[in-house]
Nanobody, 126 residues
């Protein structure tokens, strides 16, 4: 089983930056699983943001250029750097893990992931 724990959520002003962290533990090495970032607002489905699968990075089109996913392979942590934050980025942010998939298009679906963290709140004030 893979255990994930997010951290780094905070209250930030519009235009600011945050780096979210996802600590990955369990019977897995840093490259055994794909780790993705999603976010969710009340009443909405989880929205795909980015995924790191082996050394491949995929982003939601809407977030390209503002969000960057990266990894510390030694610590087995995955990060989401978020820049130029907007009030509409306010949400609970989750990291999730899945074994590497042959179809990369499947990474955008929350149902493709079998392990999830508890989430971290990001609030962007205007």
């Amino acid at each position: 089983q893979v255990h994930l724990e997010e951290s780094g959520g905070a209250l930030v002003q519009a235009g600011g930056s945050l780096r979210l962290s996802c600590a990955v533990s369990g019977r897995t090495g840093a490259y055994d699983y794909a780790v993705g970032w999603f976010r969710q607002t009340p009443g909405e489905e989880r929205e795909f943001l980015a995924v790191l699968a082996w050394n491949d990075r995929y982003y939601a089109e809407s977030q390209k250029g503002r969000f960057t996913i990266s990894r510390d392979a030694v610590k087995n942590w995955v990060y989401l750097q978020m820049n130029s934050l907007k009030p509409e980025d306010t949400a609970v942010y989750y990291c999730a893990a899945t074994p590497l998939l042959s179809n990369s298009a499947a990474y955008v679906r929350a149902t493709s992931y079998n392990s999830w963290g508890q989430g971290t709140q990001v609030t962007v004030s205007s």
